[in-house]
């Protein structure tokens, strides 16, 4: 293809480059779009006929950067970079910030307007996705791929049966081949609602231990949810789900008192009992992860009775013993 029928894609590719990174010398530019310096300074003089503020730096090498302007200049988003914003607006537009919701739906409906038609299916079914509870941005646990992220995103929208390699807790992988309904997103934690027709029952999969996902091209019949919805059904499995360890706490606050001091989803299961207690459940592999959300509780200085499984009680003990301040 020759030059001249190429610069319209160039100077695309140009244009996401620039705004990728905050300064680019002249030779690197031309490295990855596969031409000479002298074609990288006539595209981005073209660039700055069209209005785009890409401005020289000086120096030994020289380079170019895309300045602020008066106008939001368009933005160019490679197929990972889309899904990813999609993935950020859907979870702004679940709220936490007043008057982020509107203009999140906002923004998600004019990407999806603009998107290639092969990006569109995806990206607006990781729109649809469910998001429980508020994530502060600090979430250090395990990164989920957005590729698998918006496979399982568009199955569950299309009704398309799913196959993909299942790591379970204990590190054993299954094959597993499943009628994906529902995406969850709980505090930065992506999960799959599936029925597995193998099991005859509804399962819940975290998605950063699913792999080699695919699509079979077969659709099944939408069944009706075990629960009011997805965010329901997840908050019952991990109230039942049965760990290594366990703590049973009796706490004298109302349980809505309780729910209401955690920042993100309360795990487990807070039953009331009557108008002034509450009795917390929870189960888990680690015993670390028990002692945060008993330590949280007995901090909002309410009486309370415990009872905890031996490697848990001995967790608490060990945190409670090195929390103890000694007056001088």
Request: some cysteine; charged content about 25%; proline content about 5%.
């Amino acid at each position: 293809m020759s030059a001249r029928k190429d610069l319209p894609g160039r100077l695309l590719r140009l244009l996401a480059l620039l705004q990728s990174r905050r300064e680019w010398s002249g030779s690197e530019l031309a490295e990855r779009l596969g031409v000479t310096d002298r074609t990288v300074r006539r595209d981005v003089e073209r660039l700055r006929s069209l209005d785009y503020p890409v401005t020289g730096t000086t120096g030994t090498a020289g380079g170019y950067r895309l300045a602020s302007g008066k106008n939001v200049p368009p933005l160019v988003l490679d197929d990972d970079e889309a899904v990813a914003v999609a993935i950020g607006l859907a979870g702004a537009a679940a709220g936490g910030v007043a008057g982020l919701e509107d203009s999140s739906m906002s923004a998600l409906a004019k990407l999806e307007r603009v998107l290639p038609a092969r990006l569109r299916p995806a990206v607006a079914a990781v729109g649809a996705a469910e998001v429980v509870g508020r994530f502060d941005g600090r979430f250090d646990g395990p990164q989920v791929d957005a590729g698998v992220l918006a496979v399982l995103a568009a199955c569950c929208r299309d009704l398309e049966i799913v196959a993909f390699g299942y790591k379970n807790r204990r590190g054993s992988v299954t094959q597993r081949r499943v009628e994906p309904t529902r995406l969850v997103s709980v505090a930065g934690q992506w999960y799959l609602l599936a029925f597995d027709p193998e099991r005859d029952d509804w399962r819940t999969f975290r998605v950063d231990r699913i792999s080699d996902v695919a699509p079979t091209r077969h659709h099944f019949a939408a069944r009706e949810l075990p629960a009011a919805d997805a965010a329901s059904y997840l908050a019952e499995s991990f109230a039942g789900a049965e760990y290594r360890h366990t703590v049973r706490m009796v706490v004298q606050l109302p349980a809505d008192v309780v729910r209401r001091s955690f920042f993100r989803v309360l795990p487990g299961s807070l039953t009331p009992l009557g108008e002034d207690a509450c009795e917390f459940r929870l189960s888990a592999d680690s015993p670390a992860l028990l002692v945060q959300f008993v330590a949280a509780i007995v901090a909002l200085g309410a009486d309370y009775t415990l009872e905890a499984s031996p490697a848990a009680a001995e967790a608490l003990q060990s945190v409670g013993k090195r929390l103890m301040v000694v007056e001088a």
